[in-house]
């Protein structure tokens, strides 16, 4: 049951409408593996430079996440700077300094190699292959992708769909990578392209998972004020891979897939209620399956026997 | 169960990044007045000019839509002309010429005053207040807004909000009136200004009802092609409304609601696959129910018992 990440490690700097932090823990990996070691033991693979502050080693230590593949290196560790729009409905990067990310070549220790889980966040996919080639033989792979490599790289993107059993990404990415208008028609012409099946992340709208026995969709959980939306979708991304990592045996059924959706969506919804990872560190599992009842209660209801009249 | 719409009659040109169409039949009372039309008796109140083509009444006529209402004037209806930006996640107004719409007094027929539904679609809340005066009792009434509204007549609006049963409008629109870039902290804050209910419409990604007892959320129905997203929210109305009017008995419970609001999100979903009301005028009520099931099938999941380890 164990599950290995890999990905970015970053210090961002982040403004809202109305507040603003510098210097704080971020990167996919970091939400990721922090929210997964809630349900599961995690394995970190990343990369971090000479100025990486002791206190966020302690941090993943403290979730248990394995360090052993994190990597440290001479230089800067990857900076990233951005500023949301009022009402987070977009986002403007400010400053993307990659820093020893630039040369992440993600070396797998190999305690790692016989994980069962692993999740790709968003990186190169030539790293993600190369991800993939160092393991025995994972249960599930899912990963992340973005436009950037969408359109710079489809040769190896192309080369890494046919090996995942799940690709998770955004509205506007499956749009792009589907290439019609309509997130339905693109989904399904994304699954022609490999994967097993596809989750589509729509934000505060919700999730949708496409796969061969059918289509699941689920509203995000409500949250009352939202404070920095950064990491929404790789705690997302970690909620599933934690519940399908820890808890459920053998190969996962789609009903197990829509599970593992809500309780995504669930755990996603606290790590935007305040900045970097500070509700995923001491969220007690039972506020997290409190959040998820109230998210299976939003969307109960009787379906009627027939429209016509009575 | 009779059922009074109010609102625009419209001749649009609408542009799609794929296709174009000109002159034909629009406006939100032509969409809600067709789509209701399907499960419930509809009286139309709205202004035409002599340009209206005999065909369009044909139209109304074979769907048994009540015309008593349809003030017939000289000049010219109400044109509306748009364009939809690839994807269709926004669209431009390129004209808006009221002609005849701009005068428009809607004065109920006394056959229309004693009607237990109504829909006040999006037009003057001034003249939204003057319809319910005439009305004898209405059971459930039912409004549509929009951002010029909500800025421009904070006051008629305010006083309309505790008229209403519910309040139908989109996320945007919720944002504003609320004044929050939360849609569920502005949904509190909306339901506190007066109506007993509110949904909210995310388009694509579904609706919401936010009610005294509870939420819900529905997402959207699945659709193969989008061609002409106009006149998806008051079909969505029509569905609600028509549902309500023709198949529920007494008051409205929240459950009542709730298959309301699926019933508006299937019937929704056929008015985008073609232009003006192509595809509501011949819908079966079959394949409305087929589609609902379809909907009502994509949400079901059996949520697990915990989150602990086993």
Known sequence: MSLVVVGSVALDDISTAEESRTNILGGSASYFSV????????????VVGSDFPEEHIRLFESRGVDLMGLQ????KTFHWAGRYAKDFTSRESLATDLNVFAEFDPVLPDSYRDADH???????????NKVLDQLSAPRFVAADTMNYWIEGTPEELARLLPRLDLLLINDEEVRQL???SSITASARKV???GPKALVVKRGEHGASLYHAQGTFHLPAAT???VRDPTG????????FMGYLA?????KPTFEDLKQALAVGTALASFAVEDFSLQRLVDLPLDKVYQRYQSLAQSIRFVPIESLSPQ
Chains 1, 2 share one sequence.
Do not use: C, M, Y
């Open 35 to 46: 929210g997964a070691s809630l349900l599961a033991p995690v394995k970190l693979v990343a």
């Open 72 to 75: 440290r290196i001479e230089g």
């Open 118 to 128: 692993v999740f790709l966040a968003n990186i190169h996919p030539t790293l993600q």
């Open 178 to 180: 589907g290439g019609t």
């Open 191 to 193: 699954l022609d392209k």
């Open 223 to 225: 949250v009352d004020r």
């Open 232 to 239: 929404a979708g790789d705690t997302f991304a970690s909620g």
């Open 246 to 250: 820890g808890r459920v045996p053998g």
